[in-house]
């Protein structure tokens, strides 16, 4: 956003109360710089003099309270600039610069908007019993895998199971039933390695425990569905967070959190 130029620099002479002169017997401009919104003093603005060519010949800046002195290197007529990043820049003048005295001025600026990158805020809601429960830490952290909204939405007509194909060490198979339960770590072993039932995981829902898994079937397709999932974490034994029950759970852990 621009404003259109406009004139931002006030010339008010202090001699004798008279109006500014277009010239004056001095060699020295001093004065201040303020705000022509509300008055209050411009700090580090730059006062410059320059010649009629429009060349800089000599500046200073102004001080905590907005005043600032310059002196002409010779004598002769000059234009005068006041600027500071948060005002408009303009100069005005000439004004005639003689040895001798000191002419004193105030100089009123127009703030301007300042200009800014464009900005882009991305912002993705939280769930407090997802907060409370660690989802985003453990997320943030890499502990676990995790599969976010954006994956289960691909799967909105499918089922929790269908959802968690794909993650290392977790298979899907289907029972004589027809229905799909995850297995973590292949099958459970009996007496001398021989292979006994699978391996079911444990599942909770929201923090609390649906099935203790181990030989215990969770059913979680018949609990939950991908329409109502926020986000899933699978652990795999022993790397079990101690909230679900750490080292002590045979055959994994899978969480679902609803949104």
Sequence with gaps: MRFPPR???????????????????????AGWVSDQANGTPVVLARVTLLDLDSIPTVYTLTDADGHFRVTAPETGDYRVSAESGFYW??????VSLSTGDTLWVRFTLLPRPVEMDELVVEAGRRYRRMVLGGYYDRK???????????????FANSRISTVLRGVPGLTVP???????????GGWRSLHRGIPGSPCFPRVYVDGML??????????????VSPEEVEGIE?????????GFGGNTVECGVIAVWRR
Excluded: C, M
Aim: hydrophobic fraction near 35%.
């Design 7 to 29: 004139t931002l620099l006030l010339f008010t002479a202090l001699i004798s109360g008279q109006s500014f002169p277009t010239a004056a017997g001095a060699q020295t401009l």
């Design 89 to 94: 820049r303009h100069s005005d003048g000439p």
């Design 140 to 154: 943030e952290k890499g502990f676990g895998w995790h599969i976010d909204r954006e994956r289960i939405e691909r």
């Design 174 to 184: 289907t029972d004589r039933y027809g229905d799909r339960e995850p297995v973590l």
């Design 210 to 223: 649906l099935s203790p898994g181990g030989g215990v079937p969770s059913n979680i397709d018949r609990v």
């Design 234 to 242: 699978v652990f795999i034994s022993p790397w079990v967070p101690a």
